[in-house]
């Protein structure tokens, strides 16, 4: 399976942009989805996360309130909502299934990265 990440692009502080993640080939029962972000220089980061079946949503604290996530994990479908943006938030997002049961704000939980899409914040 691959994962392809879309939507980043140039805006504005205050702005707001979409990220999706589709994923191609056979689909499987995972432990749900997730959107990391690295930023240069920086260690790749948490954003959020979205359990088997959406049930349940999972923010890091610079994201809450600000980033809203959806999808179907049953199609591998992601969604990231982006509102308020900030400078702080420039970084490459990419998509990840979460093949492990343990924390979903640890990167090692999850495996099939896709290709991230990068997202500029400007002040």
Request: glycine share 28%; net charge negative; hydrophobic share 30%.
């Given at each position: 399976v691959q994962l392809q990440a879309f939507g980043g692009?140039?805006?504005?502080?205050?702005?707001s942009l979409r990220l999706s993640?589709?994923?191609?080939?056979r689909t499987f029962t995972t432990y749900g989805m997730a959107w990391f972000r690295q930023a240069p220089g920086k260690e790749r980061e948490f954003v959020a996360a979205i359990s088997r079946g959406s049930a349940t949503t999972y923010y890091a604290d610079s994201v809450k309130g600000r980033f809203t996530i959806s999808g179907d994990t049953a199609k591998m479908t992601l969604n990231l909502q982006m509102n308020s943006l900030k400078?702080?938030?420039?970084a490459v997002y990419c998509c990840a299934l979460?093949?492990?049961?343990?924390n979903y704000d640890y990167w090692r939980e999850y495996g099939y990265w896709g290709q991230g899409t990068l997202v500029t914040v400007s002040s």
């Open positions: 692009g140039l805006v504005q502080a205050g702005g993640c589709a994923a191609s080939g400078p702080e938030d420039t979460k093949m492990g049961n343990g």
